[in-house]
């Protein structure tokens, strides 16, 4: 009789590259069962998913559109990750840099679009950073657990902002609850004409190439990559922990502040309760499928904005309701984080 074991060690080298492809695979026969319900045959569910978007040039680019504030928001929980700092904020610093952006885009009319657009993207930056320093000298200074404060105070910038857009930010004329509108001369010029894909994205994959240099090319870098693969190494190593995450954690929070200075210059203008809709935990997806590499974290927030379209054709050619595509990208978190712990460990017969 054969027997098999589960132990610790290193899986293959050749074996890395695949783990993504194998928590999508999984994903989609798991969910499945879920089309299946909803009366609807899977595969031609999955044919619009992937490939209907690439049918037509504004599908095309609305991925772009999709991707763009996932790449900042995935890029953001990278430099975090891979530092050992799990930030699960980076929902509360998107709004904390859209917050900033709505406050800057209404005082800089006038200004030339360069020192206007200069001007909120640093303040977005500053005003994540900001959010981001409360759970991590909460963290470096009393060992609270990151988790848990990052998490909570998602929900406190929620309801600071559901505060202000409900009192003095509430429209006088619609009585809508959204801030005023941001001077035009702050607004992101658009990349493609009559198109909703803007300078954010241009943002967005700057922002890519930048960690990539700082985790690859820089001392900054090898002590952030330390302090991730292990922290007691790493400080007998002479790495500084407490200074080395903290770093980690406000340039986190910057980069996701970045996706909110997007969504209010390129999208909606102004800023609404619904902005960002989960995009700071679909981060987490993002960040985690692309096993922690920039790159990767860009690649599979292409992919996401991918499903994000194709969910809406989906739902107009099947009857699917739209809300799937969230069934689809929760579950592939899950999958993910199962398939990626095969990174350590195999299965050898006894």
Request: charged fraction near 10%.
């Amino acid at each position: 009789m054969l027997k098999f074991r589960i132990e610790r060690a290193p899986s293959p080298v050749w074996m890395r590259p695949l783990l993504p492809l194998l928590a999508v695979l999984i994903t989609f026969v798991v969910t499945s069962v879920f089309i299946l319900l909803a009366n609807a045959n899977p595969l031609t569910a999955y044919y619009y998913y992937l490939t209907s978007p690439f049918t037509n040039r504004v599908s095309m680019i609305e991925i772009l559109v999709k991707a763009t504030p996932l790449i900042l928001t995935g890029a953001s929980v990278t430099i975090a990750f891979a530092s050992g700092y799990w930030n699960i904020g980076a929902e509360g610093q998107l709004y904390a840099g859209a917050l900033a952006a709505a406050w800057i885009g209404t005082v800089v009319g006038g200004w030339h679009p360069v020192l206007a657009i200069l001007a909120m993207l640093l303040g977005g930056f500053l005003a994540g950073m900001v959010w981001a320093s409360i759970p991590a000298l909460l963290k470096v200074k009393l060992a609270v657990d990151e988790v848990v404060t990052t998490l909570l105070l998602n929900s406190v910038i929620v309801f600071i902002i559901s505060a202000l857009l409900n009192g003095p930010w509430r429209d006088p004329v619609s009585g809508w609850p959204q801030s005023p509108t941001i001077a035009d001369s702050a607004v992101f010029p658009k990349l493609i004409p009559r198109s909703r894909l803007h300078l954010g994205f241009v943002v967005a994959v700057v922002m890519v190439l930048l960690i990539w240099f700082i985790l690859s090319k820089t001392p900054l870098g090898l002590r952030m990559r330390a302090s991730g693969l292990g922290q007691e190494a790493a400080r007998f190593m002479g790495v500084n922990i407490q200074r080395t995450m903290l770093i980690a954690a406000l340039l986190s929070g910057g980069i996701a502040g970045l996706a909110g200075v997007g969504e209010v210059a390129g999208i909606h203008f102004h800023l609404i309760d619904a902005l960002s809709n989960g995009l700071g935990y679909t981060g987490i997806i993002a960040a985690t499928l692309g096993g922690l590499n920039p790159f990767g974290a860009g690649v599979a927030a292409i992919f996401l904005g991918l499903l994000d379209t194709g969910a809406q054709s989906v739902s107009r050619s099947l009857g699917v309701p739209i809300f799937l595509g969230n069934v689809v990208q929760s579950t592939l978190l899950l999958v993910t984080l199962g398939v990626f712990m095969l990174q350590n460990y195999r299965i050898r017969r006894v």
